[in-house]
């Protein structure tokens, strides 16, 4: 019937002109529960996320490629954090269920991009890594302030071009009914779940642009931390190799926890099965993830720590 339905109304010209976000399940006190859940959790990453920004800012110290590339990171967390999180409480709250069809193609253009950003940013902060541990003695002259920032803006340029072609697909792809999307936020899924047209297209381009964005990004991060463990490993004294490892153990975590999460969503042919599955991992990756990094950096960074003293005792 659902068929029928939706070939009358291509046959008649008519389209979904606006989806009703459906959240998460569960009675009004779970609902308001969880909004102040994500409210705290929004507060903590903003104030986190910009205090790392504002403390290489101030502290000399720290103006050197790593810091500048994790201050990259921190501004796209706060900006993805902003493009999920206002707009999920109002699901929650039944204030603002409706997304228009454009603005809903705007947010998921929105987020993968900065998603995008971010397995580009990670993997320059790998290769910056490597070349610190495995030519410490040339660091300084190969990785110069001119190079750091055309690696940063290339990361920026290349997460948001790799999308802008899966995103004019999608924007061209039919909707004839329903309307509901299971989920907080636009996701690429979502759609392909509810489009009454031809998908195929629309799949194959999001499984080449995983492969090109987050398969290309891990490997250049995998082959630098080959080589930077390698090294780490021939240096005789345990306290070399301890404070070599802590140059890259923060970066390391970070990797490891949007590297699992990211390929479980986006690296396969198809997800419209895991619909709910993936509900549950977006929530990680779009709210917890940009929670974790600050402290992470913050907590795994002795020259951040000492920065941070110093602020305080001012």
């Known amino acids: 019937q659902m068929n029928l339905n939706s070939s009358e109304n291509m046959a008649n010209g008519t389209s979904v002109e606006e989806f009703v976000l459906l959240g998460f399940p569960g009675t009004w006190h779970s609902r308001v529960s969880l909004v102040v859940v994500f409210a705290l959790m929004y507060s903590l990453t903003v104030t986190g996320n910009a205090s790392i920004i504002a403390l290489v800012w101030m502290n000399s110290n720290l103006h050197t490629p790593m810091y500048f590339f994790l201050c990259n ?48 940013l990670l993997s320059v ?42 995103a004019f697909l999608t924007s061209r792809l039919t909707f004839c009914g329903p309307d509901v999307i299971n989920h907080f936020l636009c996701d690429i899924d979502s759609c392909l779940a509810l489009s009454c047209s031809d998908t195929w297209p629309v799949e194959l381009a999001t499984f080449l642009v995983s492969i090109i964005v987050v398969v290309a990004s891990c490997v250049v991060t995998l082959v630098s931390y080959v080589y930077i463990i390698s090294t780490i490993l021939r240096i005789r004294s345990a306290h070399g190799r301890k404070k070599a490892f802590s140059t890259c153990s923060a970066h ?22 895991y619909l709910d599955l993936n509900k549950l991992v977006n929530t990680f990756n779009t709210i917890v993830t940009p929670l974790l990094n600050p402290f992470i950096y913050t907590l795994r960074n002795k020259e951040v720590k000492q920065a941070l003293e110093q602020a305080f005792q001012k």
């Open 73 to 120: 990171l921190s501004f796209l967390e706060i900006w993805y954090t902003m493009g999920v999180v206002p707009k999920a409480m109002g699901v929650m709250l039944g204030t603002s269920q409706t997304i228009s069809f454009s603005v809903c193609i705007l947010q998921l253009f929105f987020l993968l991009s900065l998603g995008s950003t971010e397995c580009f």
């Open 252 to 273: 390391l975590s970070v990797v490891m926890i949007w590297y699992g999460s990211t390929m479980f969503l986006y690296v396969k042919p198809s997800a419209q099965n």
């Open 125 to 166: 902060m790998a290769y910056d890594r490597y070349l610190a541990i495995c030519s410490p003695l040339r660091y300084s002259s190969l990785m110069s302030s001119a190079l750091s920032a055309r690696l940063a803006l290339s990361s920026w340029l290349g997460g948001f071009l790799a999308i802008s072609l899966l």
